[in-house]
């Protein structure tokens, strides 16, 4: 006998309950949507993403010569340059290993976001969100790009992790996913050093508190984690040993470049910063020196990058990638898709806000403290790196990603319940419709914005233009031809049998001393190199110049118009420097 409902009862409660899609059909379908749009963003990158310089092209080279030279050391980032080693496998040719090794980071680093945030509790729809927004922010595609490798090596921690329920075995495997990131980016030493610190303290609170016996799981756990760290530290070296003084020489230029674009000068930061560093600290050689010998001057340049600290981490993700702004420029669907993410994260923001007395019994939730812990570790090295040297996009990029991701945690413990499941669906849908049809191809994007794809591609293009002279080919086993340059990083992209010196500052060596003293066979002629500090006031270098065959030189012009270059002349080749031309 059929009843009334009772009085009030609303509409939606007589409805029979919806059946719930199986969550790995969910998030089946979100990743295949991610690598879609990872396709449509990043394929044919060769035609319009010019090639990576400097230190880039440096992993790249120590990558492709490991099999014949040693390991870098660990301040050095080996752990990068032995990825790069195994990508060769698959791409022997320099030029599309740098491709595919950018394709290949951005979407591991994209499907990695999403999982971790699934697995440390986001909901579908806020954990798509926020990988898309990473994906399609500058973040992946800024050079140079061991921080992608570390990333993806605490995203890959952070997902084992979540399947532990202890907190000694949860942090053993973080610290030992910093430890291994480390190899990459050496600052986050410092965060493993914090992160084994608390697992330490949770091994003895377990042993004071809780009584556990050294003999079972915990003993395990703390006798597989000292013997993890011992052969890593054994096989790759420690990232803090700072061999060559990599950290008071990163500090060295970054303070030139900010010193320099306050009080203009001819003096080139990057590769003149001793002289800058002596004229405002003396003849210091570590930051502590430095610190102690003009405060004043060490506290301006800290607080200068305080001051630009928030405005770069923003920056970072709020543009797009190939320098897409959401404020500026057409109106294509590229900035459209841009302006509704950010949109939808500005919304999500202040969902927050307006549920934020939820927020106290929120934040009591494991998952989400387990997070917030992990943010604050990893957050250490980066505000340090940023602060003592400068926040560069590179050093803020985890930072991001793991503020969205808490960002998605708090949304869905939070925001997105009191959202009803038709809007959640009708939202979902927009955001599959945008990311499948408003992501932009990036190398198109860049060859309509520049007109074509070559005025973006300057070093792609002298890298071609010189292959197609036939240079290396030509040269004998086991000989190698120096040439010299100053963009830094030509070598790793005409195979690993050529070698370029790079350019640094020598006082008081003249251009034809340096010729000798590296034996140079060749001469890349740029404007670059035309206005490199170290030769523009050097008279003998514009004796070159002006009638390079004095000095035993052949010009062979290039793609581009007034580049050349110029190749020692057979007959003035000495015989232990380069086998090109002998037969």
Known sequence: MHHPPPPGTSLEALEPPARARPSWLVDA?????????????????????????????DYLRRGLTLSWSHLPAA??????????????????????????????????????????????????LLA?????????????????????????????????????????EFWAVI?????????????????????????????????????????????????????????LLQGLGNPFGDTKNRRFYAFCQHFAYQHVRHNPSPVDPWNQCPRVIRSVFGEVDSVGAALRANPKAFLWHVGTNVKAFADASLSLFA??????????????????????LLAALGALGLGLLWRWRRWRSTLAEPRLQRMLWVLAVVEVPTVLSSLLLMPRAHYLIIQGVFV????????????????????????????????????????????????????????????????????????PPGEQLPLLEAEGGYDA???PRSYYPVLHYTPGVTFDALLREHKVAAILLTDALRRYPRFRDDPLFRSFLANP???????????????????????????????????
Request: hydrophobic share 50%.
């Open 404 to 475: 969205l991701a808490l960002l998605m945690l708090l949304g869905s413990q939070v925001g997105v319940a009191a959202v009803p499941r038709r809007v959640q669906g009708a939202v979902g849908g927009l955001l599959t419709l945008g990311l499948a049809l408003l992501t932009p191809n990036l190398a198109e994007r860049l060859s309509t914005e520049t007109g074509g794809a070559p005025a973006r591609q300057v070093h792609l293009q002298r890298v071609r233009a010189i292959e197609a002279l036939g240079l290396v080919e030509r040269l």
């Open 29 to 57: 379908g979100c990743l295949a949507l991610l690598l879609v749009t990872s396709w449509k963003l990043l394929h044919g990158l060769e035609h319009g993403v010019d090639l990576a310089m400097w230190d880039e092209a």
């Open 493 to 495: 992209y005409l195979g």
């Open 549 to 583: 065959e004095d000095f035993g030189f052949t010009l062979f012009p290039l793609a581009a118009r007034g580049e050349a270059l110029a190749l020692l002349s057979p007959e003035h080749v000495e015989p232990s420097r380069t086998g090109l031309g002998r037969r």
């Open 319 to 340: 543009q797009g990638p190939g320098g897409l702004s959401a404020t500026r420029g057409p109106w294509d669907l590229a900035r459209v898709e841009r302006v509704l």
């Open 128 to 168: 798509l969100l926020g990988a898309a927004v990473y994906l399609l922010s500058a973040a992946p595609h800024v050079p140079p790009r061991p921080t992608l490798l570390a990333l993806l090596v605490l995203e890959a921690a952070l997902v084992v992790a979540s399947f532990l329920e202890s907190k000694e």
């Open 175 to 231: 610290a030992t996913g910093l430890l291994v990131a480390s190899f990459a980016r050496p600052e986050f030493f410092l965060a493993f050093l914090l992160a084994s610190a608390l697992f330490l303290g949770w091994l003895v609170r377990g042993a004071v508190r809780e009584r556990h016996t050294w003999r079972g799981r915990t003993g395990a756990v703390a006798t597989g984690f000292t013997l993890g760290v011992v052969l």
């Open 75 to 124: 301040e050095w980032g080996p752990l990068y340059s032995l990825w790069y080693t195994a990508l060769s496998r698959l791409w022997p040719e320099p030029v599309a290993l740098h491709y595919a090794n950018l394709q290949v980071l951005c979407v591991l680093t994209t499907v990695g976001a999403y999982v971790f945030m699934r697995r440390m509790g986001a909901r579908p």
